[in-house]
């Protein structure tokens, strides 16, 4: 634990003091901090390895890039926060860490844009019919489906053949149209395409009987919050299935397919279900495909308990 008296001097600094009141608000990268706080990336980076040092913060790695996050003790954290009321930039920090966040969004969603129509037509890493098929066999309909980063609709589409209904949900507008214009077309009448966030869904609680996310959980800001929302959703009883790539270090992934996490390993994901609520739980990778960089298809499941 870091020394109470060293981390309130190193805090002292508006700057370092501004950092941590981000940091405790969201992980965040060099770039995105100095584009809030207006500093040059090098007083960012020393203020950075500084609070580092005195363990007041902690970074993750993932490839060139370096996310850090806050680790100081709670009791240094509340003193600073009373602190902020003395710093004028606080918060207008605040607004502009909405904006980076929100820019996070923008670009994911930007790349979903350009897809829509043509998404069917085009590689992209870890859809596997056989993993696919792997989860639809575990599922016994009629159902009520959310099909959570539904994309374009197609896996919506093929379940909602069985199923009671299905409720599609993605944060993009034109895959969104896209979507419904194809259910219109089809005359899909138990299929409901909804705009939404994963990690927010317009979906009542306790309303669905199976939460569905293929190849979506690796685009989430904060796949624990998706989860989270997925348990909050579902009925007692009720399951979750999850088709996500296996942890990877194809880093191209990043700008290629606007991941933010290069899949998840199994115990990942069993730590994510658990920390949701989720009891029972199954993985297993169920698809590796033959060309380089060999993505693989991970399944994972959990049960929401009767209560």
Aim: proline letters at 4%; glycine letters at 6%; zero cysteines.
């Amino acid at each position: 634990m870091a020394s109470i008296l060293k981390s309130l001097r190193l805090a002292a600094d508006p700057n370092r003091l501004r950092l941590l009141l981000l940091l405790e608000q969201e992980e965040l990268s060099v770039n995105e901090l100095q584009e809030i706080l207006g500093k040059s990336q090098s007083q960012i980076s020393t203020n950075l390895s500084q609070l580092k040092q005195a363990g007041m913060v902690d970074d993750r790695r993932t490839g060139k890039n370096a996310f850090y996050r806050l680790d100081a003790p709670d009791g240094v954290m509340n003193l600073l926060r009373q602190a902020a009321q003395e710093v004028p930039e606080a918060a207008q920090d605040r607004d502009a860490l909405r904006l980076v966040l929100r820019k996070r969004k923008d670009k994911m969603r930007r790349y979903f844009d350009e897809l829509a129509g043509r998404f069917g037509r085009q590689y992209v890493p870890g859809r596997s019919w056989k993993g696919v098929a792997e989860a639809l066999l575990k599922l016994l309909p009629p159902l009520v489906i959310a099909d959570l980063g539904a994309g374009e609709g197609t896996l919506s589409q093929l379940m909602a053949q069985r199923a009671k209904k299905v409720i599609a949900i993605d944060n993009s507008e034109k895959m969104v149209e896209f979507g419904r214009e194809l259910a219109r077309r089809h005359g899909i009448r138990n299929l409901d395409y909804r705009l939404g966030d994963i990690e927010e869904v317009p979906i009542r609680s306790a309303t669905v009987d199976l939460a569905f996310l293929s190849q979506a959980l690796h685009h989430a800001a904060h796949p624990e919050r998706a989860l989270v929302e997925a348990w909050r959703i579902l009925k007692p009883g009720g399951r979750i299935a999850i088709l996500d790539l296996n942890r990877h270090h194809f880093e191209e992934a990043r700008e290629l397919y606007a991941d933010l996490w290069l899949g998840f390993s199994e115990l990942e994901l069993e730590q994510y279900l658990r920390a949701a609520g989720f009891q029972k739980l199954e993985t297993a990778i169920v698809h590796r495909e033959t060309e380089p960089p060999h993505f693989e298809t991970m399944l994972a499941m959990g049960e929401k308990a009767i209560e």
